[in-house]
């Protein structure tokens, strides 16, 4: 009887436990590693959540990739022809506003218009070239840099009288794909996870009674920096030299190109930034590590107080660290940080 | 006092010998079992597909079939390499041996994903 009883209360406490863990699902989708985590939920519920997610991340993957048949490339082969591209969708429409919105407020640093020279540099292929480009060829589509401001886009229609126009928008899907991820865990009702769209993150919710928990890469170690909690609908975005690149003669080439040099930016290991849950907070999230990025030194402190970023971190050539000080307080450190090679903001 | 001093005098070689023995044998093997694994055990992903998860506390090599071809992952008694991989770049074996929890190593091209997994972890996510 007693031993009854017994089994029962297991049960019980099995039961308990099985409903307040997580439940992850991965995919390789945008050539990266996708993550879903959620917290809370039956197995069903966050598995349907998770796929409909999946599905909207190999929709947009379609839609705005770069180099393969897309609409994206569409636009791209009429600006290329100096032809009209008509369309009825507002979504693009929507997303190249944004991105000319984008390149003003970054004072450029952000220019989804140079796909050529990214294309150059060879980043337009799942598996990139160890070549580096003639310096004739990059100093010459340098030379007629384009940009966001001269796509002309009326009712139904768009133009561009700057046939060196080539979008590209791998800066900005994985962003938009989290805030659309996050449309979508709304709309069925999922309150706690976390999106992971290839190292961006945005939080849903806590992970039962605490945040969610977020490790920082180090740009040239294998292990995480530090660990920041993220408080319910913040995200946290990278920019760095360590995932895409390509090494010749001991110089790095990384995929984040410089629009002022033509060349790829030598300025900083990483550069990450946290935001609070604003209107297109993952997209931020994404472009907004680009321009603390690539800017010059002297530069980087100006643009992030001008863009609002309140918490910040960038790892610089040298290795040594520069911070916000909202982001120091924020931090956890996972390795021992001497005070010399710290800056705080 | 007197009685430690009669215990030692009493002490022969062959006596001396089974302690030394005995010392330099328990230090050697809590050094090598105790310490280890510091991860628990490898986890290997290729793509959404979960390989599996294996004991960091054995020496064998794995061989994983990717979208580019084979990538061979060995694991040595608590580190974990990459030592063949289809890619050109071959980043995934240059970053070597990796023996820590969360440490990990990507190789994009094939959509091999290796880490190693501890009972706890420091965060939900990475951030990269």
Same mark, same amino acid.
């Given at each position: 009887?007693?031993?009854?009883?017994?089994?029962?209360?297991?049960?019980?406490?099995?039961?308990?436990?099985?409903?307040?863990?997580?439940?992850?699902?991965?995919?390789?989708?945008?050539?990266?590693?996708?993550?879903?985590?959620?917290?809370?939920?039956? &197995?069903?519920?966050?598995?349907?959540?998770?796929?409909?997610?999946?599905?909207?991340?190999? #929709?947009?993957?379609?839609?705005?990739?770069?180099?393969?048949?897309?609409?994206?490339?569409?636009?791209?082969?009429?600006?290329?022809?100096?032809? *009209?591209?008509?369309?009825?969708?507002?979504? *693009?429409?929507?997303?190249?506003?944004?991105?000319? =919105?984008?390149?003003?407020?970054?004072?450029?640093?952000?220019?989804?218009?140079?796909? @050529?020279?990214? =294309?150059? $540099?060879?980043?337009?292929?799942?598996?990139?070239?160890?070549? #580096?480009?003639?310096?004739?060829?990059?100093?010459?589509?340098?030379?007629?840099?384009?940009?966001?401001?001269?796509?002309?886009?009326? #009712?139904?229609?768009? #133009?561009?009288?700057?046939?060196?126009?080539?979008?590209?928008?791998?800066?900005?899907?994985?962003?938009?794909?989290?805030?659309?991820?996050? /449309?979508?865990?709304?709309? @069925?009702?999922?309150?706690?996870?976390?999106?992971?769209?290839?190292?961006?993150?945005?939080?849903?919710?806590?992970?039962?009674?605490?945040?969610?928990?977020?490790?920082?890469?180090?740009?040239? !170690?294998?292990?995480?920096?530090?660990?920041?909690?993220?408080?319910?609908?913040?995200?946290?975005?990278?920019?760095?030299?360590?995932?895409?690149?390509?090494?010749?003669?001991?110089?790095?080439?990384?995929?984040?190109?410089?629009?002022?040099?033509?060349?790829?930016?030598? @300025?900083?290991? &990483?550069?990450?930034?946290?935001?609070?849950?604003?209107?297109?907070?993952?997209?931020?999230?994404?472009?907004?590590?680009?321009?603390?990025?690539?800017?010059?030194?002297?530069?980087?402190?100006?643009?992030? !107080?001008?863009?609002?970023?309140?918490?910040?971190?960038?790892?610089?050539?040298?290795?040594?660290?520069?911070?916000?000080?909202?982001?120091?307080?924020?931090?956890? $450190?996972?390795?021992?940080?001497?005070? /010399?090679? *710290?800056?705080?903001? | 006092?007197?009685?430690?001093?009669?215990?030692?005098?009493?002490?022969?070689?062959? +006596?001396?010998?089974?302690?030394?023995?005995?010392?330099?044998? %328990?230090?050697?093997?809590?050094?090598?079992?105790?310490?280890?694994?510091?991860?628990?055990?490898?986890?290997?992903?290729?793509?959404?597909?979960?390989?599996?998860?294996?004991?960091?506390?054995?020496?064998? %090599?794995?061989?994983?079939?990717?979208?580019?071809?084979?990538?061979?992952?060995?694991?040595?008694?608590?580190?974990?390499?990459?030592?063949?991989?289809?890619? %050109?770049?071959?980043?995934?074996?240059?970053?070597?041996?990796?023996?820590?929890?969360?440490?990990?190593?990507?190789?994009?091209?094939?959509?091999?994903?290796?880490?190693?997994?501890?009972?706890?972890?420091?965060? +939900?996510?990475?951030?990269?």
């Amino acid at each position: 009887m007693h031993f009854n009883k017994l089994i029962v209360l297991l049960v019980f406490f099995l039961t308990g436990c099985g409903q307040n863990e997580t439940i992850q699902k991965k995919d390789y989708i945008f050539g990266t590693i996708v993550e879903v985590t959620i917290y809370g939920e039956t &197995s069903d519920k966050a598995t349907n959540a998770i796929e409909l997610v999946f599905n909207e991340f190999r #929709r947009l993957h379609e839609y705005l990739h770069p180099w393969e048949k897309s609409i994206v490339q569409e636009i791209n082969q009429s600006i290329k022809n100096q032809e *009209i591209y008509t369309t009825e969708d507002t979504e *693009i429409i929507s997303i190249i506003n944004h991105n000319k =919105e984008l390149e003003l407020k970054t004072y450029g640093y952000f220019n989804p218009a140079i796909g @050529n020279l990214v =294309e150059a $540099w060879g980043f337009h292929a799942e598996e990139f070239s160890t070549n #580096r480009p003639n310096s004739i060829v990059i100093d010459n589509l340098q030379r007629n840099l384009p940009h966001m401001s001269e796509i002309i886009i009326q #009712r139904g229609y768009l #133009r561009s009288n700057n046939n060196n126009i080539k979008l590209d928008l791998g800066g900005y899907a994985k962003g938009y794909a989290l805030d659309q991820a996050k /449309k979508i865990l709304d709309e @069925n009702n999922i309150n706690n996870a976390l999106i992971n769209i290839g190292g961006n993150i945005l939080a849903l919710g806590k992970h039962g009674d605490r945040n969610w928990v977020v490790g920082i890469q180090h740009p040239r !170690k294998p292990n995480s920096i530090g660990s920041i909690s993220l408080s319910p609908g913040w995200s946290i975005g990278t920019s760095g030299d360590y995932q895409r690149y390509f090494i010749v003669d001991n110089q790095r080439y990384s995929h984040l190109i410089d629009p002022n040099t033509g060349y790829p930016a030598t @300025n900083a290991q &990483s550069a990450t930034v946290l935001l609070p849950p604003i209107e297109f907070s993952g997209t931020l999230s994404d472009v907004y590590s680009k321009p603390l990025f690539i800017a010059p030194e002297n530069l980087k402190y100006s643009i992030a !107080k001008e863009l609002g970023i309140d918490f910040y971190m960038i790892i610089m050539t040298d290795g040594k660290i520069s911070i916000s000080n909202d982001m120091l307080n924020l931090i956890k $450190w996972h390795e021992e940080i001497d005070e /010399k090679n *710290i800056t705080v903001h | 006092m007197k009685k430690i001093l009669q215990f030692i005098s009493k002490i022969q070689i062959g +006596d001396l010998f089974t302690i030394i023995i005995f010392i330099v044998l %328990t230090t050697y093997l809590s050094s090598i079992l105790w310490n280890f694994p510091q991860g628990e055990y490898l986890k290997i992903d290729m793509g959404k597909q979960e390989i599996g998860s294996f004991s960091l506390n054995q020496n064998v %090599t794995k061989v994983i079939e990717g979208p580019v071809g084979k990538t061979e992952v060995i694991i040595d008694s608590g580190k974990v390499r990459i030592s063949k991989s289809p890619c %050109t770049k071959k980043y995934c074996i240059h970053q070597g041996w990796i023996n820590q929890i969360n440490q990990s190593i990507v190789c994009v091209p094939n959509q091999i994903y290796i880490s190693i997994i501890g009972n706890q972890t420091d965060y +939900d996510s990475l951030n990269y």
